[in-house]
Every structure is written in C-alpha cells, then in structure tokens.
C-alpha cells in the first residue's frame, strides 16, 4: 500500500479550518493554536508543493525536513517564527496522514493520539527556552509517514536494525524489528508498560500482518546501567529497564543531557537540580562521567 496518492497537492490540506479542527483535536496551547492558524491563513504553500511527498516517506523524509525549514526563513524572520511556519506545512500533512491510516484500517483515535506528538514537541520547547517554538524537524517525518503509533504510554515504530548494528537477541543488522520511544509524558507504571507492549503486538498482528519483525527493540539512555547508581529500587525507569534484555551499553554516549535536562548544557555546573535523577547524574556528569546509552530487547515477546 502507497503513502502518497497521484497527484498530491498541499493546497488539498491547508484549508484553516482543517488545520483548526486539527490543532483543537490536538488541544495545541491557545498562543501556539492562534500562531499555527495566523500561518495557514496568511502563508503561501506553493514554494511546499515539491517537498510535500517526501515527507510520507522514511528514505526522503530526511531531504524534505531539511527544505521545509530553509523555506520559512527569510532575512525578516531567521527563525521561521520559532519553527512555526515549518509546523504549518508539517499539520497540513498531517492531514493527507490521515488519509494512510484510513487506508490501514487504523481507527482514529490511534491516529490522534500518535499526532499528539505535534503538541507535546511544542510544549517541550517552552520548558526548554521559555517559549512556545518547534524544533523537531528532523524527527516528524517519521510520523507523517505512518512508521511510529502511539499505543498507549509508548510509541512503536516499524525499522531496521542498521545493517553494522550489534547483535540484539534474535535480531542481527538488517533484520525487522518494533522500536520503542519513550514521550516525554509516558507514564512508566507496571500496568502501562504492559498495556502498551500487549497493545503493540495486537495493533501490529492485525494492521500490518505481513511486517514479520524479529523483535521489540530498543536503545535509549533510560537503558543505561549508569541510571542504577543514581535511582532507588522501585523507580519507574528502572521497572521499564527490567523489561529488557540489555545486550550493548555506550558508556561514553551523553544522549541523555537532553532528555534529563530538556536540552543542551556546555557547563555542568548550570545543569538544574529538580529531581533526584537531575541530581544524581549532574554529580556524576561534573566527575567525569556521562549518562550512557543501553540497546536492548523486550524479554517478554508475547505482550
């Protein structure tokens, strides 16, 4: 099955009231609401049309997130309003997104709930910088190609292992897997965990029976060993580690500054102080150490 149909048009998806309905769906915060629709109202998508198919695929949609922002830029506005007029063009898309999963069968309410992506990046950039803004362009396209479903508390995205990866239990480089990501809002309980992982195995048996994957994969800093010296038995992130048979760390990986810390940091003594996990891997950061990365696969391949 296509993700694309002929003759696609982004003038087809960027009628304001489209956008709007799909912004309130989202429950986008009212200032960014009012800075996407002021875009698809006054925008001119044209210089998009050539960009737009690529966005539905995972070989061109590195290309065309590339554009899309280099687009939006002018001398008048550098930043494209904070990446806003990129997440224009983005939601117009999302539209035609809703197509493909119409064409899978998929109900829509896993359709939104995997769009909610779109708000909770744009939410993340004001806990970041203090402002509404957007800045995963190198990651959306991956939505808007129906690769990666919320299905609960995590999202599941139909990849590949790269062809040099290290073994991962039955998978080896180029094998099929399931890939977890982890929102920044799941919620790591017991009973979400297995919702979620007996969700994904139902959703992918029956919407995509073909897709024989070889297993649920994963590779994020919430895997990293170092996490142990720093949180206590019981803690969430080490319930969803408990899950995984962990077969390769990088310990010299820092990934996780910025999910720990909501971004970047240059000097690690301005890192924050929140929560103990913030603590505890800023006192480890400031020693010398880093936050580590672990790859790994579920244990429990039944869901």
Known sequence: MTNTKKNLSIHDYTCPESIKGLCE?????QEAEERILFHAENMDFEPFEPHLPGLFSLETGPKAVEEIPRLCISDDDPTGDTGFKALTVYLAAALHTH???????????????????FCLFV??????????GFDRHFWIYRQLSAKIFRLGTLEFE???????????????????VLSVHIPSDAVLTREELDKSYKMAVEFFAKYFPDYSYDCIYCSTWLLSPVLKKILKPGSRILEFQSD???????????SGIRWIYK??????????EDTSLMRGMKRILLEGGKTGNGTGYLKDFSG
Do not use: W
């Not at 939410?123 to 509404?132: A, D, M, N, Q, T």
């Open 25 to 29: 769906r989202l429950d986008f915060p």
């Open 99 to 117: 197509e493909i999963y119409r064409e899978f069968g998929i109900p829509d309410d896993i359709y939104y709930d995997s769009m909610e992506a």
């Open 123 to 132: 939410k993340e950039h004001k806990v970041s910088y203090g402002c509404y």
């Open 158 to 176: 139909i990849t590949t292992l790269p062809g040099n990866a290290p073994q991962v239990g039955p998978a080896s480089g180029g094998s099929p």
């Open 244 to 254: 995984y048979e962990i077969t390769h760390v990088d310990y010299e990986s820092n």
């Open 263 to 272: 971004r970047e940091y240059d000097d690690y003594t301005q890192l924050p």
